[in-house]
T-cell receptor, first 116, second 115 residues
Framework: NAGVTQTPKFRVLKTGQSMTLLCAQD?????MYWYRQDPGMGLRLIHY???????AKGEVPDGYNVSRLKKQNFLLGLESAAPSQTSVYFC???????????????FGPGTRLTVL | AQSVTQLDSQVPVFEEAPVELRCNYS??????LFWYVQYPNQGLQLLLK??????LVKGINGFEAEFNKSQTSFHLRKPSVHISDTAEYFC?????????????FGKGTKLSVIP
């Protein structure tokens, strides 16, 4: 099992450009999450999904959109990147069906995004 | 809303010495508590979690944590650290029920093990 993978690992954007981050998991998990990690801030939840075709806002959703068209994939989009979105982005997934959100979340290796 | 405070941003400790990483939380309702570890250039990995029951929770790699409701704390301990324990450790809290999807993380504690 590859677990949770993220593409790309690094990206540099100019202000106003758009991009999509891809998260894939091969554990048949129902729940998936996108976080951002900033120095001295811990992780903050951007969006999450409790199943294919469903998404919901987390703590810091502004400037981001997500889609979950397939159970194994969770996409994070930036339509018009801003320097404030420079961060490390982590995707995570969890089983979810029997224990809800208390299941262990499995994290991907992260995507380091710089917006100039 | 709940919050998490990790009292130390950096903790240096000599190899084979004991370590305690402190975590305090604030919440008006009961909570679930977690400790995650992030090794350099990697994602987070669950060390242990407290949902209910025994207040002493044992996790992977020899770590354990004790839930203290009266002091609203969930400190992480290891009796003897190894070089491989060098990493950043995050305490997190969630609220049972409708809000349990959201893990609220502390700012992290960087543990440096000195040979």
């Amino acid at each position: 099992n590859a677990g949770v993978t993220q593409t790309p690992k690094f990206r540099v954007l100019k202000t106003g450009q758009s991009m999509t981050l891809l998260c894939a998991q091969d554990m048949n998990h129902e729940y998936m999450y996108w976080y951002r990690q900033d120095p001295g801030m811990g992780l903050r939840l951007i969006h999450y999904s409790v199943g294919e075709g469903t998404t919901a806002k987390g703590e810091v959703p502004d400037g981001y959109n997500v889609s979950r068209l397939k159970k194994q994939n969770f996409l994070l989009g930036l339509e018009s990147a801003a320097p404030s979105q420079t961060s490390v982005y982590f995707c995570a997934s969890s089983y979810g069906l029997t224990s809800g959100f208390t299941d262990t979340q499995y994290f991907g290796p992260g995507t380091r995004l710089t917006v100039l | 809303a709940q919050s998490v405070t990790q009292l130390d941003s950096q903790v240096p400790v000599f190899e084979e010495a004991p370590v305690e990483l402190r975590c305090n939380y604030s919440s008006s309702v009961s909570v679930y508590l977690f400790w995650y570890v992030q090794y350099p250039n990697q994602g987070l990995q669950l060390l242990l979690k407290y949902l209910s029951g025994s207040t002493l929770v044992k996790g992977i790699n020899g770590f354990e944590a004790e839930f203290n409701k009266s002091q609203t704390s969930f400190h992480l301990r290891k009796p003897s650290v190894h070089i491989s324990d060098t990493a950043e450790y995050f305490c997190a809290v969630s609220v049972p029920g409708a809000g349990s999807y959201q893990l609220t993380f502390g700012k992290g504690t960087k543990l440096s093990v000195i040979p």
